[in-house]
């Protein structure tokens, strides 16, 4: 297996970036970074958490499973379609209760309701870019170490809650140049990209290198091919951050 594994990421960096089809992208992303695959199993219920770029206009006056409404034009819809297609006989229940703007601290004043009485056995979080960008913007006064803590504390009250669940966090992500995101931001966006990767190896979760993904798809076209805004994806970065969350599942 690891075998095979290095001569995946060996293979990906000898051929031309601008060959490979999105599912190697996020394939050859992954393996550099050595994630942890999360397995499912059958009647698994799947819920993806996080801020706007989960939410993507879902309907939030519902909770249904594998409903297209509830789930968002966004990453999360392609992902969850992606996993009824592939695993039609684990009878998977997919929800999204992603909401626009959270930062961690936010998530967690939501918690009971839109994930812990869902009783998920796989959750995924996708969280971080608010947490510095309204630093910025909102007059928001959380720092690295706000983040860092509050992310551990809801990820020690989720496994009080739900000792079996199986877990995946994806890393915040930016693309600098594109409209909103500038300069400015680095270097210390850094640290919340390294921070989200720090805490999924400190909790033995799956992790989705969604910045590796995206600096990979811009060697095939610049970044606003990927995101209207150095945030928010666009169809063809729904689609991409769809195949990289994929990439964390076997």
């Known amino acids: ?6 001569s995946f990421i060996r293979n990906a960096a000898i051929g031309t970036l601008a ?7 996020a394939s050859a992303a992954f393996a550099e970074a050595e994630g942890k695959k999360i397995r499912l199993d059958v ?6 958490q996080g801020d706007s770029i989960t939410d993507a206009g879902r309907d939030k006056t519902k909770t249904i499973p594998n409903d297209i409404g509830c789930m968002g034009n966004g990453y999360a819809l392609v992902a ?5 297609v592939n695993y039609p006989d684990k009878k998977l229940q997919i929800y999204n209760k992603g909401v626009s ?11 009971d309701t839109d994930c812990l009485d869902l009783k998920p056995n796989v959750l995924s979080i996708f969280v971080g870019v608010n947490d510095f960008w309204h630093t910025m913007t909102a007059g928001y006064k959380g720092t690295i170490e706000t983040y860092r803590t ?3 504390k809801l990820l020690d009250r989720t496994k009080q809650a739900l000792p079996d669940v199986k877990l995946i966090i994806g890393e915040p992500y930016a693309v600098n140049g594109v409209n909103r995101v500038t300069d400015i931001w680095y270097p210390k966006f850094y640290e919340f990209q390294a921070a989200a990767r720090e805490i999924a190896e400190e909790y033995d979760t799956g992790f989705v290198p969604f910045q590796s993904v995206i ?7 610049p970044g606003a091919y990927w995101t209207r805004d150095g945030v928010h994806p666009n169809m063809a970065g729904i689609t991409l951050l769809a195949h990289a969350w994929l990439a964390a599942i076997k």
């Open 1 to 6: 297996m690891e075998n095979t594994r290095r």
């Open 101 to 111: 703007g959270n930062k961690v601290y936010q998530l967690a004043a939501r918690w």
């Open 43 to 48: 009647n698994d219920v799947v819920l993806f």
């Open 215 to 221: 600096d990979k798809a811009m060697k095939t076209a």
């Open 80 to 84: 969850g379609s992606g996993l009824l």
């Open 19 to 25: 060959s490979l089809t999105l599912p190697e992208i």
């Open 150 to 152: 509050d992310y551990k």
